[in-house]
């Protein structure tokens, strides 16, 4: 038997689980079926790595061919490509392709519909990579209380779909992924300054009196090492640049649980997309806040020489490793870091001037909370008072459970969904298959800015646009794993 045949075969079987997918006919095309004939653009293999952060600091996780980050993924927009992965772990796996506007049955998540890749076994993705942007994949599991699975694991991957035409003149571009690694649960909350809002003991006053029910609250998880890419700061060769050239870089926060402010003393960037998709107001900022899953791209101009540091502003972490040095030809000494003196971000700084998005055909709206799980315990995360179960072994079934409620829409519609966080944490909420549009954060208005993940702050409110133009079950959840593994997921359905 051919074994490109039987492995699309035995896929097939996802046509099985009971998933509407009105605008994705050929399911047989989309599983690689129709290409089978042809060898794979790219194979992927998920196995055991071992990452050497600086001399004698090791990580041993999972990765993608041998590395983590996994290969840098550069494909055309528009051109249809297949991807063969292979799962050498001894549990099942999946690949979720963040950002692209593809069918539920290769999106990579399980709820959607997605087959996973059992144990030692080689599944075939086909897509057409939509739209053109800064991309990522990454692992779709469940990591429960697990800090060796899903994202605590080094299955992520840059995945940059080419445009047809380049928003921001530049240069040389790099590829910077956030990581911490060796990661722990504990019970302390670390609470960095968040420059955008009020101190942590004001925002508690503003929280519902009974929200965590008397208990305290539950497990955190904290990390070890840090790294930008595979290595910690001072290890590893310098992102070498010559003065008067423009710098494209493509950032990624790939962290399983934590914002970041990054910076590159002495310079600014100019942010040019958000999760890969251009801004309609380019903007010059001293600090880029990018939430875990987020993307920024953003040009710099090379004109101050000398040898720099790039990275966290967070003084432990980035001495911890996460940050790169910057070289300039013909400059030496030790890299220097300068405290930023302007840490505030703001989505709608990048946002249109002009009208506001079209009225929407529904709002819809959706409450955050956590139930504090006490000490040596996991919180819990609603929304809209109900959480999605947990998963048995790491994977959910399709089906959506008689426990959430859905969101439910029509093909075509425009849905205002209504963030409002009555937490005191930080939630980047992601839409799978979608993109949506930012409307307001915290009360300011604004427009065009297209995103697929958007950082709710602390007893924030967010609205987005949601149009409803990919039909199939769609995931909607926080990316946050720890919030994500408990609770915080439902699915968005189409009626039929
Ligand atoms: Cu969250």
């Known amino acids: 038997m051919n074994r490109r045949r039987f492995l699309a075969g035995s896929s097939l079987t996802a046509v099985g689980l009971g998933l509407r997918s009105g605008r994705w006919p050929d399911l047989g095309a989309l599983l690689g079926q129709g290409g089978s004939r042809r060898a794979a653009d790219l194979t992927l293999r998920i196995a055991p790595v071992t990452i050497e952060l600086a001399p004698g600091h090791v990580v041993r996780t999972v990765g993608y061919n041998g590395t983590s980050p996994g290969p840098l993924v550069r494909v055309r927009e528009g051109t249809e490509f297949a991807v063969d992965v292979t799962n050498e772990l001894a549990y099942p796996e999946l690949v979720h392709w963040h950002g692209q506007l593809i069918s539920p049955i290769v999106d990579g998540a399980s709820e959607e519909g997605t087959p996973p890749i ?16 800064t991309r990522w994949y990454h692992t779709h599991t469940r990591a429960g209380s697990r800090l060796d699975r899903s994202l605590y694991s080094g299955l992520f991957g840059f995945f940059y779909v080419e445009p047809k035409s380049e928003p921001g003149r530049y240069d040389h ?50 990390y070890r090492r840090f790294s930008i890419n595979d290595r910690a700061l001072g290890h590893g060769e310098p992102i070498r640049v010559k003065e008067g050239e423009r710098m494209m870089v493509r950032l ?14 002495g ?64 400059q030496h000494g030790p890299p220097v870091w300068r405290k930023p003196e302007n840490l505030h971000w703001d989505y709608t700084a990048f946002g249109g001037s002009g009208a506001a998005p079209p009225r929407p055909d529904d709002r819809i709206e959706l409450v955050f909370r956590k139930r504090n799980g006490g000490k040596g315990g996991f919180n819990r995360w609603t929304i809209n008072d109900k959480s999605y179960p947990e998963a048995a072994g790491g994977l959910m079934p399709p089906a959506a459970s008689p426990t959430i409620d859905p969101i439910r829409v029509h093909e075509g519609g425009r849905y205002r969904l209504a963030f409002r966080n009555e937490s005191d944490d930080q939630h980047p909420i992601h839409i ?24 709710v702050k602390g007893f924030g409110r967010v609205e987005v646009d949601l149009v409803a133009n990919n039909p199939g079950h769609t995931l909607f959840h926080c990316h946050q794993q720890l919030h994500m593994d408990y609770g915080f997921m439902t699915l968005i359905e189409y009626a039929s």
């Open 173 to 222: 571009e790099v590829f910077l992924a956030l990581r911490e690694w060796d990661p722990f649960f504990t019970n302390t909350e670390e609470e960095e300054e968040d420059p955008d809002q009020p101190p942590a003991d004001v925002r508690k006053q503003q929280a519902p009196a009974d929200k965590d029910l008397g208990k305290p609250n539950g497990l955190e998880v904290g």
């Open 267 to 330: 310079h600014r960037f100019t942010v040019v997309a958000l999760d890969g998709n251009p801004v309609p107001n380019p903007q010059s900022v001293e600090t880029l806040f990018v939430g875990p899953a987020e993307r920024i791209d953003a040009v710099v101009e090379m004109n101050q020489p000398g040898v720099w540091v790039l990275g966290t502003t967070h003084d432990e972490d980035r001495t911890g490793g996460m940050g790169v040095v910057v070289e300039y030809a013909g």
């Open 432 to 455: 799978h298959r979608h993109l949506f549009e930012l409307v307001s954060i915290d009360g300011r208005p604004t427009a065009g800015v297209m995103k697929d993940t958007v950082v």
């Open 118 to 133: 059992p144990a030692g076994e080689t599944r075939r993705y086909t897509f057409t990579p939509s739209p053109a942007g």
């Open 252 to 265: 990624l926060n790939a962290s399983a649980t934590e914002v970041r402010r990054i910076a590159l003393a």
